[in-house]
C-alpha cells in the first residue's frame, strides 16, 4: 500500500492539468487530482479495488487539517455536458498515516466533465467546489 501512496502523490505531481489542484479552507487543504483508471499499474488498483479501463477514470482526493493527513466525509457528483450526473462513492484508503479517497466514474468519449466534491471534517461546516476536466478515452 505505501506504493500506492507513492504512486498517488507523484501522479498529483506529474499530470499537467492537475498542477497544484488544492482548494484551502481556513486550516483545512483539500488536494485532489483526476485521471484515466488505465494510468494505475494493475496490482495498484485491484490492491485498492479499482478498476482499470480505458473509459473509467479516478477522482482522487487527500484532506489535511494544520498540515497532518485527516479523515472526513468525501462526497459528489459529476456531470457531462449534457447534464448527465453520476454520484461518486468515495471509498478511504489509509496507510500509514496517510489517507486518501478514492471514487471512480465512467466516461464514453472525449469529453469535458464537471467535477463538484463536498468535504466535511467531523462537526466541521462542510465545504463544496467545483472543477473542470477533459476526459479522453485511452486507444
Same mark, same amino acid.
Given at each position: ?42 496490482? &495498484? ?8 479501463? /480505458? ?12 498540515? /497532518? ?9 459529476? /456531470? ?10 468515495? /471509498?478511504? &484508503?489509509?496507510?500509514?498515516?496517510? &489517507?486518501?479517497?478514492?471514487?471512480q466514474f465512467p466516461f464514453n468519449e472525449r469529453e469535458m466533465l464537471n467535477f463538484t466534491l463536498n468535504v466535511q471534517r467531523a462537526d466541521e461546516a462542510p465545504h463544496s467546489f467545483s472543477f473542470d476536466q477533459e476526459f479522453f478515452p485511452d486507444e
Open positions: 500500500m505505501r506504493r500506492l501512496a507513492l504512486f498517488l502523490f507523484a501522479l498529483c505531481l506529474a499530470l499537467p492539468a492537475a498542477a497544484e489542484r488544492k482548494q484551502t479552507f481556513g486550516d483545512l487543504d483539500v488536494h485532489y487530482n483526476a485521471f484515466n483508471s488505465s494510468f494505475l499499474q494493475p496490482d &495498484i488498483a485491484a490492491a485498492v479495488g479499482l478498476t482499470r479501463s /480505458k473509459t473509467q477514470g479516478v477522482v482522487n482526493v487527500a484532506v489535511l487539517k494544520a498540515g /497532518k493527513p485527516s479523515t472526513a466525509q468525501v462526497s459528489g457528483q459529476v /456531470k457531462n455536458l449534457l447534464g448527465q450526473v453520476t454520484p461518486l462513492q468515495f /471509498k478511504q &484508503i489509509s496507510e500509514g498515516e496517510a &489517507i486518501y479517497y478514492l471514487a
